[in-house]
Every structure is written in C-alpha cells, then in structure tokens.
C-alpha cells in the first residue's frame, strides 16, 4: 500500500505491516491505522528510535522507543481488560513502545513511561493506556542513553 507521510514522503507499506489501534492514541481517537517505521539508513533494522506513523493522516507521526532501553526494569501493571481487544498476549507476541518527547535541549529528552502503547504482534491489534503504576509522563532518557552507550564502548 502506499501511503503519504510528511516526514518520509510517499512509503510503500506492507498491509500487513498495518497495525489497528481501535480507540486511537490518547487524543486522537480518530487515527486508527499506523505502521512502525525504522530508519533503515542507519543499517539496522530496529534503531532506539522509530516512528509511529498515521496511516490516517499524513502529517502525524510519534517518535518510539522500547522502554526498557531507557528503564530496563519497566513492567507496568496493566488493567487485563483493556488489553482483552488485542487477543491472547504472551512473552513472544508483546511489543512495547512509549513515545518520545525530543527537546532542542537534549538532556530535556523524555520518554512517557505513563501512557505506553501495547502491540499483540500475531494479531497486529494495539492500544495505548495509561498504567496503574507511579510512572511519569515525562521520564528524562539522557542519562540513561549515555550510560547504556558508555557500556556499549561507544562515545
């Protein structure tokens, strides 16, 4: 399928790349239909971060990243009946994302721990909820990113 988008222009999507949010983003519950988009010109498959792309409106896209990149004890306790829609969850098909808040000052980055979107990879079904924990809205990734890369042995 192709599709219009205002950061990479037209895409060619897969339709079974396509996963369904029934109730939408928190806020935008009108936009349905995303794909996740990695940049590919880093030469890798999955990056730390990629883009939640609207199949619904060209001009919204959400920067993603796994959160246990950033937090890797993240385990949020979900209430069981939001996450009945998108079918039987186990370890294998469970995706995780929370969005990405880039600021021109990059120690201001942060991650929503609060609000993560939920993805049962065999049904391509998803859901952003907000999570019963204490986490924030707005966890600050700098620190966290420059010590994961300092133990990768990169500068």
Known sequence: MKAESRLFG??????EKII?????????PDFQRFALIFDEE???????IMWFQSM???GTAFPVMHPNLVKP??????????LAPLGTLTEENTYVLVTVTATADVKETSVNLKAP????????????MIVED???????I???VKGRKKEAGES
Request: hydrophobic share 25%; glycine share 8%.
């Open 73 to 82: 004890d993240y385990n949020p306790t979900v209430n069981d009946e939001l």
């Open 10 to 15: 037209n895409i060619d999507i897969d339709e």
């Open 42 to 48: 880093k030469g890798q498959k999955e990056s730390s």
């Open 142 to 144: 700098y620190e966290a």
């Open 134 to 140: 204490d986490y924030p809205v707005k966890y600050r």
């Open 56 to 58: 619904d409106d060209p």
């Open 20 to 28: 369904t949010l029934e109730g939408g983003m928190i806020g935008l």
């Open 117 to 128: 979107i939920v993805i049962n990879t065999d049904t391509r079904k998803g859901c952003q």
